[in-house]
């Protein structure tokens, strides 16, 4: 499975965007990552055919993520961004195979939000 994320940019405190992880290939789920400089990078939310989920520092912030199947792709919408939200953000396909979980990473798109 080969990820490529967009969608991210530099914005002011406030504002919004959208992050789009698009997939080559098919997973149980899709999830998204964040890493601020200097920091651990840590878990945002994911989604599966399922259900969605989000960090609990996430459920509440305006943060929202959904899909389009038909594109294969994932969204991460983030709204009234912070500062403190700026960070590289990374997606990530995680299989299970034989009970095996693998997980697959693309490259990241990084979010600045400034003051």
């Known amino acids: 499975v080969q990820l490529q994320a967009s969608g991210g940019g530099l914005v002011q405190r406030g504002e919004s965007l959208r992050l789009s992880c698009t997939a080559s290939?098919?997973?149980?789920?899709i999830d998204w990552y964040r890493q601020a400089p200097g920091e651990r990078r840590e878990w945002v939310a994911s989604?599966?055919?399922?259900?969605?989920?989000l960090a609990d520092y996430a459920k509440g912030r305006p943060f929202t993520i959904f899909r389009d199947t038909a594109k294969n792709t994932v969204y991460l919408q983030m709204n009234n961004l912070e500062p403190e939200d700026t960070a590289a953000y990374y997606c990530?396909?995680?299989?299970?195979?034989?009970?095996?979980?693998?997980?697959?990473w693309g490259p990241g798109t990084l979010v600045t939000v400034s003051s």
């Open positions: 990530s396909a995680v299989q299970w195979q034989d009970g095996v979980r693998y997980e697959y």
């Open positions: 989604i599966s055919s399922t259900s969605s989920n």
């Open positions: 290939g098919s997973s149980d789920a």
